[in-house]
């Protein structure tokens, strides 16, 4: 089974903070994801890596930055954390670019900015 | 554009009763995909099903079922004889070739409380 990996499940941290989520796959998949859901918007896509040292902005790239320095890992870094960006963030896998195929979840980081 | 829309924020059933969670998408693609996901308390999106715009074949799979009809671009989900297991938010999502990313189109989707 696909394996997705989130370093922390809760999170507190203070405003002005830099803040480091990671995420690791164990199946050697190519894209990875981190996505950020907030109640009544669903899940937003923050930013997309189709390869090592390769990635995309998603819909909401501002205030983020990201690094995929391995395959099988892929970090969001918050920069100067905002109380706007207390959320739920999910990173996500999948095989390759093909869209039909699945994209497997981790079982998300709780960050609370305060 | 491509769209998902998932009109029932919240359901609440009592246990054993049969309920469907609504699904529409819009694409201009002859090609998509569309998936449903389920995401417990826990938080961990996990994934129910994918199916191709080329097979409009129903699934069943236990007490699941999906009804894809291209004719209403719908993609609806049933739960026969509910548990309170199944309380969830659940989630239908869209990809096509060349979109954006290759991402996933999400809903927003339907909160399921199931009661005792």
């Known amino acids: 089974d696909v394996k997705v990996t989130q370093s922390s499940r809760y999170l507190v941290k203070r405003t002005g903070e830099k803040v480091f989520l990671e995420c690791v796959q164990d199946m050697d998949h190519e894209n990875m994801f981190w996505y950020r859901q907030d109640p009544g918007l669903g899940l937003r896509l923050i930013y997309f890596?189709?390869?090592?040292?390769?990635?995309e902005k998603g819909d909401i790239p501002e205030g983020y930055s990201v690094s995929r320095e391995k395959k099988e890992r892929f970090s969001l870094i918050l920069e100067s954390a905002s109380t706007n960006q207390t959320s739920m963030y999910l990173c996500?896998?999948?095989?390759?670019?093909?869209?039909?195929?699945?994209?497997?979840f981790g079982e998300g980081s709780w960050l609370t900015v305060v | 554009a491509q769209k998902v829309t998932q009109a029932q924020t919240e359901i609440s059933v009592v246990e054993k009763e049969d309920v469907t969670l609504d699904c529409v998408y819009e694409?201009?693609?002859?090609?998509?995909?569309l998936f449903w996901y389920k995401q417990p308390p826990s938080g961990e999106l996990v994934f129910l099903i994918r199916?191709?715009?080329?097979?409009?074949q129903n699934e069943i799979s236990g007490r699941y079922s999906w009804n894809f009809q291209k004719s209403t671009s719908s993609f609806n989900f049933t739960i026969t004889a509910s548990q309170v297991v199944d309380s969830a938010v659940y989630f239908c999502?869209?990809?096509?070739?060349?979109?954006?990313?290759?991402?996933?189109?999400f809903g927003k989707g339907t909160k399921l409380s199931v009661k005792p």
């Open positions: 694409t201009r693609d002859t090609t998509y995909y």
């Open positions: 890596s189709y390869d090592v040292k390769m990635k």
């Open positions: 999502a869209l990809s096509v070739p060349g979109g954006s990313q290759g991402n996933l189109i």
């Open positions: 199916r191709n715009s080329f097979d409009e």
């Open positions: 996500a896998s999948r095989g390759d670019r093909v869209p039909g195929n699945t994209i497997y």
